[in-house]
């Protein structure tokens, strides 16, 4: 049997992450705090803009500047991130960086009949095979037996073989036999799985790491044969390449035009939005109405900023104005999603030695970047001091908590001070009405708190039971009673 050589080429980055571990070889079937309010997110009553129209309109420019401040603090805190993501990965993430690991995929044939009376057959033994996946670093002159060669497994996250019928009967379960052979665990398992366990320590994880995996499994695998003993069998392999800082697929056509690629980390997706919206002028303050014109806020007098979408911004989001909340949430639940893995369908062919070199898949790593520099340590230890000192400081938080404090105090005074404004504003225009009227609230307010009924209205008593009903609990009755509702513990 034979098969023409295949070879795949496959461009990834490999990891930086110097604190993680690898798995063995199996088989298988910040502390939090309390969330401050900013000072604008304190809300004025719109009937207080009627008596200080200039008070309140300052006041909405404050909200303003503070929503423009909070977006480029936010902007500049991810130029911060991703530089000291390039000092991490020591800037190497250039093309002139990347290594190609070759990965030879094969299978090996023993003690088969067709190779009864090779030197290497044992008679009377059952015949198996073995499924082999091995690579290394092309142009890689590091000794075999030096301990700190980066093995095929070190660029790698996740390896995972599937054994399956290649004539796709399911009707007919697939026997897969386990091999009593030195090398072999015996086992019969149709998934072999292998993670690199990211929590172990670095030196632990380069004593786990591995060139090739081998799965030998007895019996033969012949193409056409309706034989159990002799029914051919496919491996559905998959490789997981590391990837550092973890790139996404842009699903939307629209938006690989705006970024002007296929691949894109998702902060950079952001940024790249954000300097679009920028360049083209599309950034305005927008009036939020009591209807919630933008989207999860409906607070009347309110303004946010938003972007207002052009036509190629319309064919991504199809809005026609956003927050940049709501295209960071649309960016990273629709609009990309993980890259694929390397998928391989893989026959066994038992009426071969060897089919070593006729499937190949190359792999475009990054060794440098899986190694932190030394001198570049101090300057990501500045910029961690920088955010943490300078932007996260319990100084700065406790300076802000403080103001807060002081600007709800201020509006909790302004508003006891509109209701007195109303009290004696009603009182003045009909004083007789007006206590009419608070005798009347009186009463019910007694009645409420010193009764298991309730007097409304003419009809006198109302019955338990039909207090008990939610449509007893208007909006306007809820509105006048339910402080008193809560204390007496009736609800």
Same mark, same amino acid.
């Given at each position: 049997?034979?098969?023409?050589?295949?070879?795949?080429?496959?461009?990834?980055?490999?990891?930086?992450?110097?604190?993680?571990?690898?798995?063995?070889?199996?088989?298988?079937?910040?502390?939090?705090?309390?969330?401050?309010?900013?000072?604008?997110?304190?809300?004025?009553?719109?009937?207080?803009?009627?008596?200080?129209?200039?008070?309140?309109?300052?006041?909405?420019?404050?909200?303003?500047?503070?929503?423009?401040?909070?977006?480029?603090?936010?902007?500049?805190?991810?130029?911060?991130?991703?530089?000291?993501?390039?000092?991490?990965?020591? &800037?190497?993430?250039?093309?002139?960086?990347?290594?190609?690991?070759?990965?030879?995929?094969?299978?090996?044939?023993?003690?088969?009949?067709?190779?009864?009376?090779?030197?290497?057959?044992?008679?009377?033994?059952?015949?198996?095979?073995?499924?082999?996946?091995?690579?290394?670093?092309?142009?890689?002159?590091?000794?075999?037996?030096?301990?700190?060669?980066?093995?095929?497994?070190?660029?790698?996250?996740?390896?995972?073989?599937?054994?399956?019928?290649?004539?796709?009967?399911?009707?007919?379960?697939?026997?897969?036999?386990?091999?009593?052979?030195?090398?072999?665990?015996?086992?019969?398992?149709?998934?072999? &799985?292998?993670?690199?366990?990211?929590?172990? *320590? &670095?030196?632990?994880?380069?004593?786990?790491?591995?060139?090739?995996?081998?799965?030998?499994?007895?019996?033969?695998?012949?193409?056409?044969?309706?034989?159990?003993?002799?029914?051919?069998?496919?491996?559905?392999?998959?490789?997981? *390449?590391?990837?550092?800082?973890?790139?996404?697929?842009?699903?939307?056509?629209?938006?690989?035009?705006?970024?002007?690629?296929?691949?894109?980390?998702?902060?950079?997706?952001?940024?790249?939005?954000?300097?679009?919206?920028?360049?083209?002028?599309?950034?305005?303050?927008?009036?939020?109405?009591?209807?919630?014109?933008?989207?999860?806020?409906?607070?009347?007098?309110?303004?946010?900023?938003?972007?207002?979408?052009?036509?190629?911004?319309?064919?991504?989001?199809?809005?026609?104005?956003?927050?940049?909340?709501?295209?960071?949430?649309?960016?990273?639940?629709?609009?990309?999603?993980?890259?694929?893995?390397?998928?391989?369908?893989?026959?066994?062919?038992?009426?071969?030695?060897?089919?070593?070199?006729?499937?190949?898949?190359?792999?475009?790593?990054?060794?440098?970047?899986?190694?932190?520099?030394?001198?570049?340590?101090?300057?990501?230890?500045?910029?961690?001091?920088?955010?943490?000192?300078?932007?996260?400081?319990?100084?700065?938080?406790?300076?802000?908590?403080?103001?807060?404090?002081?600007?709800?105090?201020?509006?909790?005074?302004?508003?006891?001070?509109?209701?007195?404004?109303?009290?004696?504003?009603?009182?003045?225009?009909?004083?007789?009405?007006?206590?009419?009227?608070?005798?009347?609230?009186?009463?019910?307010?007694?009645?409420?708190?010193?009764?298991?009924?309730?007097?409304?209205?003419?009809?006198?008593?109302?019955?338990?039971?039909?207090?008990?009903?939610?449509?007893?609990?208007?909006?306007?009755?809820?509105?006048?009673?339910?402080?008193?509702?809560?204390?007496?513990?009736?609800?």
């Amino acid at each position: 049997m034979q098969r023409d050589r295949k070879q795949s080429t496959h461009s990834q980055a490999g990891s930086a992450d110097s604190k993680g571990s690898a798995n063995g070889l199996h088989s298988s079937s910040t502390s939090h705090r309390p969330v401050q309010l900013k000072p604008t997110d304190q809300t004025i009553q719109p009937s207080l803009k009627e008596k200080f129209p200039d008070k309140v309109e300052m006041y909405e420019q404050l909200q303003n500047r503070e929503r423009l401040l909070d977006m480029f603090i936010n902007k500049k805190l991810l130029d911060l991130q991703e530089h000291q993501q390039k000092l991490s990965t020591s &800037e190497l993430t250039d093309d002139s960086h990347l290594e190609t690991l070759r990965i030879y995929i094969y299978n090996t044939s023993a003690n088969q009949p067709w190779q009864e009376g090779s030197p290497d057959y044992t008679p009377g033994a059952a015949p198996f095979w073995t499924l082999r996946i091995e690579g290394r670093l092309l142009n890689d002159n590091t000794p075999l037996d030096d301990p700190d060669r980066l093995k095929m497994s070190w660029f790698l996250s996740g390896l995972t073989i599937e054994l399956k019928p290649a004539d796709g009967d399911e009707s007919r379960p697939l026997v897969i036999k386990g091999v009593d052979a030195p090398g072999s665990s015996g086992s019969s398992e149709s998934i072999i &799985e292998w993670h690199d366990d990211m929590k172990l *320590p &670095e030196a632990e994880r380069k004593t786990k790491q591995f060139d090739g995996m081998d799965v030998k499994r007895g019996g033969s695998s012949v193409k056409g044969s309706s034989s159990e003993d002799e029914r051919e069998i496919v491996a559905n392999i998959v490789i997981q *390449p590391k990837m550092f800082p973890v790139r996404l697929q842009v699903v939307d056509p629209a938006l690989v035009e705006l970024v002007g690629t296929n691949e894109i980390t998702q902060t950079e997706c952001i940024k790249r939005i954000f300097w679009y919206a920028k360049v083209n002028q599309l950034f305005e303050i927008q009036n939020i109405d009591g209807s919630g014109s933008v989207e999860g806020q409906s607070d009347k007098g309110k303004k946010a900023v938003t972007i207002k979408s052009d036509e190629l911004l319309m064919k991504i989001f199809g809005l026609p104005s956003m927050t940049f909340p709501q295209i960071m949430e649309i960016v990273g639940n629709r609009l990309l999603k993980p890259l694929d893995p390397i998928r391989i369908s893989y026959n066994i062919n038992t009426l071969k030695n060897t089919t070593l070199g006729e499937v190949i898949v190359d792999l475009k790593v990054n060794r440098a970047m899986l190694s932190k520099k030394k001198k570049t340590e101090s300057e990501i230890e500045d910029i961690n001091n920088l955010i943490t000192e300078n932007i996260l400081s319990k100084e700065s938080i406790n300076e802000l908590v403080k103001l807060d404090e002081s600007l709800k105090l201020n509006i909790q005074l302004l508003n006891y001070s509109k209701m007195k404004y109303d009290f004696y504003k009603r009182f003045s225009d009909n004083p007789v009405e007006f206590l009419k009227q608070v005798l009347q609230k009186n009463d019910e307010y007694l009645k409420i708190l010193s009764s298991d009924s309730m007097s409304f209205g003419k009809d006198g008593l109302v019955s338990e039971e039909l207090v008990r009903k939610s449509d007893f609990y208007s909006d306007e009755f809820l509105r006048q009673h339910i402080n008193l509702l809560l204390n007496s513990g009736r609800i």
